[in-house]
């Protein structure tokens, strides 16, 4: 619960399908507005793969016009065995 708390107000939306996966798709060109979902998915924004000038992008380490952060949460729930026998 916390994890989804931080998580979202970082901006982040959780998948419907897995709730272990969050994801945030930003522009990555400095100047434009923001790109709306409708831009991502219908209008293919997403698929583009035109590279950014270094003076150009928000985020420097990343070449493209979208940045995206795909945070996935692994929970493990199976318990670790070491091989030490417990009456030890």
């Known amino acids: ?5 931080v998580y979202q107000k970082a901006g982040m939306k959780q998948l419907q399908t897995n709730e272990c996966v969050f994801t945030r798709y930003v522009s990555n060109i400095i100047g434009p507005p923001s790109l709306t979902n409708e831009d991502l998915l ?13 003076q150009m992008r928000v985020y420097r380490s ?26 030890i």
């Open 1 to 5: 619960m916390l994890c989804r708390k």
């Open 62 to 87: 990343c070449s493209h016009q979208v940045a995206a952060m795909i945070l996935v949460i692994l929970i493990i729930t199976e318990s670790i065995t070491t091989g030490v026998d417990a009456r």
């Open 42 to 54: 219908v209008k293919g924004k997403f698929l583009n793969i035109e590279i950014v000038p270094i």
